[in-house]
């Protein structure tokens, strides 16, 4: 059977042309076939799945209308999900059971989305190639000895060999966009305050957001339709009126200014991603775009930015986990230092562990003034970079990764490589700016990813943009050879 998208899937469900019940046994049957491969999910839930598609389907049959009604989809085990394991990718929560669901799960849920269960992460969401995991790495489905990015990699890798339409996940300095870009797939960061922060485990909580990771562009609306929302229970929460992200995908590109900023085109971009890149350009343009070269003269701070304020977020958010009231607790410990030293000494990783030094060390009291607070002032002339950006342009778009995916451990003994991947996606975090990456071509066999970058609340834009891109080009519609 061809293997759809959710915007077709959700066309002949409701046409009677195949049941949710099918549908989700037809991806199941997928994940336990295909996914020892790659080892995109840590937990499968297909009871809970057959269930909820046998109650999609009595929906359809009283012909409800919901945006999601009886369509599959995986869930990053960031989110918490009743009853269900939310591990983070980490042994400190290899046994957490969440008692509540996260309200962007319970958006979905409402709208009918069937979950089929949760995938594979970088610890705590700290990575860029899915490889600091408890659960182990996830591969890339073009080719296994390859990373498939991170942190949201496992469901970068599952939506890209159509384990399952679409997939959740986060983005606190390009862990939607750097896998989706790896795996050959559309993924959107909404601006921040979007989309719900409750029940999503606190990494960064200033740059967090979560978002759609899907096939094309349409479908990443559709997601987004449902998950966006305000939600009194996160303060960050921003209170606007609902909006249809469908709504600019017919927007003809005729006359959108399109800024190319000359510090996403310099040294370090690999000549094949940059080949790759301009070709995409060049669609954009014969559609009618004009491209207006631009300068964001502070982003060569954003990821020594970002390394500050990140680390010092995280080591403020995982001081929960002490062994008390929930997660990984040592075995006898001998007094309460004990239990905390050696239940946290025993439940993180190697990574979660350094960014929890790097970011006590920038918050204690002769450090603070000159590391974090330097940093939350180089983070606004960031922001500046781009409001004055957005004065001359619509939108901006370059490579999402200065590379294709990188061999599994190539990167892994050198931390300031691996957070290099993210040179061109943090700085839209450090803004709270939306940002989406875009199949754009290949190098040989592997997915190049194109990033678009808008003002806020401006997902309608970029998504219509990547749209229309995708009704010329058929990168987002490839499936790696071994999964067809
Ligand atoms: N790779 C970046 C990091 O390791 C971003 C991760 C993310 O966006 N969650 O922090």
Redesign the pocket.
Known sequence: MKLDTLASWATRLRARDISSRELTELYLGRIDRLDPQLNSFISVTPELALAAADAADERLARGEEAPLLGLPVAQKDIFCTAGVRTSCGSKMLDNFIAPYTATMVERMNAAGAVMLGKTNM?EF????SNETSHYGPVLNPWDPERVPG???GGSAAAVAARLVPAATG???????R?PAAFCGITGIKPTYGRVSRYGMIA??SS??QAGPMAASAEDCALMLNAMAGFDPRDSTSVERPAEDFTAGLGAELKGLRIGLPREFFGEGLDPDVRTVIEAALGVLRERGAELIEISLPNSGLSVPA??VV?PAECSSNLARYDGVRFGHRCDEPRDLTDLYTRSRAEGFGA?VKR?IMIGTYVLSAGYYDAYYLKAQKVRRLIAEDFRRAFGQVDVIAGPTSPETPFRLGEKSADPVQ??L??IY??AV?LAGLPGLSMPAGTVGNLPVGMQLIGNYFDEARLLGVAHQFQQETDWHARMPAAFV
Not at 125 to 128: C, D, E, F, L
Not at 170 to 176: E, K, V
């Open positions: 970088d969401a700290m990575g860029s991170g942190s949201s986060t983005d606190t300095g390009g862990s939607i750097q990494f960064a740059l967090d970002y390394y990140a990574e960014r691996m957070y991947s993210d996606t943090i975090n």
